[in-house]
């Protein structure tokens, strides 16, 4: 079949009513190719089909009048009508907004308000009451905050969107990203969504180079497995910013931890108890998840950042002796 031989079908389906469809946002840069634009749509659920959209672009030779901007776009269009919407110079007035992974919902908050969803108070008491989707609200537990729940992503919304419109799309985010074959992986190792999302969390605020993220939950997959401290400073930091006045002085993740912050008497400090934190201590993205999900096998049990690089990465050992060397030799610049 030839890319255009289903366009008259396309143009019959464009004039079907779309009220009831859903939305998702697109930001179309400057210096897209029509075939990379054609597939994003295509990934988006926009369109059926990429290759059709760049063969119709091509036809009515438009390449370059596709105009770059945010839109938002129905699932399930008509590539006629797809394309219709991005040459159109006037586009309909919307809020963007980018979440960063590994920030807490406290971040959110104030990065929400500058993005024009409201106050930083609203947007902290919509998610006191909204509803997580099915698949995480039975692992969900009673008292829990969506700590780790709002999936950090690019949203783009209508002009007036509300905090609660914000989130209850950031949980469907996560509920279509973290997805049953990503579910399913992590409860072959025995955790389930909760659990996934705390290790998660845990696993983002330690890895800086990506390539690590699989290596790392490895690593605490196996001090799990021997029922040993995780030993993560960003819990501890988590823990110290619950303490009164710590988060004007030192923000939301004290850089410098003091000895006296190690010992800090707090179910999220992996440093003084064995096993998972009761919940998140921030936002993971889906590489962390994928890691959790599918963690490196190795036998490392221990790593540090290698100061002397500088660039994040760590270096990873089996034995004590090993760590306590590598500590030696990279853990100072």
Sequence with gaps: MTPGSQLGDDLVKSVEPAADREQVGYTLPDGRSAGDIGADLERLGVIDSGVQFEFLVSLMGIQHQLSTGDYLLKKNSSIV????????????????????????????????????????????????????????????????????????????????????????????????????????????????????????????????????????????????????????????????????????????????????DLEIDSPYNTRKFPGLPPAPIANPGLASIEAVANPEQTDFYYFVADAKVGDGSHVFAVTLGEHERNIQLYGAP
């Design 81 to 260: 009508s797809v394309v219709t919407e991005l040459t159109v110079q006037e586009q309909v007035p919307v809020l963007k907004v980018t979440f960063p992974e590994g920030i807490r919902i406290e971040e959110m908050a104030l990065i929400a308000e500058t993005a024009g969803f409201g106050s930083r108070e609203s947007f902290l008491a919509a998610t006191k009451t909204a509803e997580l989707p099915p698949a995480f609200a039975a692992a969900f537990p009673a008292g829990a905050t969506l700590q780790g729940y709002l999936f950090p992503d690019t949203y783009i919304m209508p002009v007036g969107s509300t905090p609660e419109d914000l989130i209850a799309y950031m949980l469907r985010t996560l509920d279509l990203r973290f997805s049953p074959e990503l579910r399913a992986a992590a409860e072959s190792r025995g955790l389930d969504t909760h659990e996934a999302l705390t290790l998660a969390s845990i696993v983002e605020r330690e890895a800086v180079v990506a390539s690590e993220r699989p290596r790392i939950a490895g690593v605490f997959y196996n001090r799990l497995a021997a029922g040993d401290m995780l030993g993560a400073d960003p819990t501890v930091q988590y823990a110290v910013s619950l303490v009164a006045t710590s988060v004007e002085t030192f923000g939301y993740w004290k850089k410098e931890l003091t000895l006296e």
